[in-house]
């Protein structure tokens, strides 16, 4: 049974995290959750792992039971919280598993940070932002944005619906989009609206690629409109592989978990054995 607690990551604010597993187990993996999502997204993935794994998830702040602040909510600043975290749970060599959002997250923690004391990183269904640039080279897809972030912030709950009907395309368990539709609504609308802003269009990350030195895969979703830029980050990355998943849509292991965590362990299990 997975175990909650708090952890303080800077001066008034503490993120609500969820662990389970051995802690003297040799792998630890962090699941990071994306945009406006909460540990418990991630419920199925750690059940599955917590019997060879240490297991950590959290809800980053400003989302779901994490302190709510009006400044710092960008993947710079959640990439901080996560180096105090890891530091504060004594983790060392970690897989770095990050949704969506979460993969901002962890290209701002290598650009900060670096991949020395990280084990392997695990990049799902998105690419790296490439900043005000997408504006420029992008422009339908950067207005259609746009349009949603009206939608977004004239009726949070309808369009929160919306994107989770969007985003999972497979038949889940009673009640799991009804409480990531809630946990969701915990992150204030205008906070929201900034995160997006931040991890889509204010920074190009993508030099953090080519600075990569632990391991990483990267897993996509055969529908996503980002599939041939997360490709590509094959080639700029020095130890990566890529795998498609099929039938699925952004919540790729929501739609398909069993295909999910055998990549998974199996990118596990071969860091092990390095």
Request: hydrophobic share 45%; aromatic share 6%; with cysteine.
């Amino acid at each position: 049974m997975a175990a909650e607690g708090r952890v303080a990551v800077a001066p008034n604010v503490a993120l609500r995290i969820v662990e389970a597993g051995d802690p003297a187990a040799r792998s630890t993996i962090i699941f990071i959750p994306g945009w406006s999502a909460g540990a418990d997204i991630w419920s199925d993935q750690i059940e599955r792992f917590k019997s060879e794994s240490r297991v950590i998830s959290f809800d980053p702040r400003s989302q779901g039971e994490s302190t709510k602040t009006v400044t710092g909510n960008t993947p710079e600043q959640r990439a901080a919280d996560l180096h105090v975290l890891l530091t504060k749970e004594g983790v060392h060599g970690a897989v770095l598993v990050g949704w969506s959002q979460a993969v901002q997250d962890i290209a701002a923690y290598v650009q900060r940070f670096g991949t020395r004391d990280i084990g392997g990183i695990v990049l799902v269904d998105a690419a790296v932002s490439d900043g005000a640039n997408a504006i420029a080279e992008r422009p339908a897809e950067v207005a259609f944005q746009f349009r949603l972030f009206s939608t977004y912030l004239g009726n949070q709950e309808a369009y929160l619906r919306g994107m989770f009907r969007a985003i999972v395309s497979k038949p889940q368990a009673a009640g799991v989009i009804d409480r990531a539709v809630s946990t969701a609504m915990k992150t204030p609308s205008s906070i929201g609206m900034s995160m997006l802003v931040a991890d889509l269009f204010t920074a190009d990350r993508r030099d953090a690629l080519p600075k990569i030195t632990c391991p990483v895969l990267i897993i996509a979703a055969a529908s996503s409109r980002e599939l041939e830029r997360q490709k590509a980050e094959v080639r700029v990355i020095k130890k990566a592989q890529f795998v498609q998943i099929d039938d699925s849509a952004h919540a790729v292991f929501l739609d398909q978990p069993n295909r999910f965590s055998a990549e998974l362990a199996q990118f596990v299990r071969t860091l092990a054995g390095r």
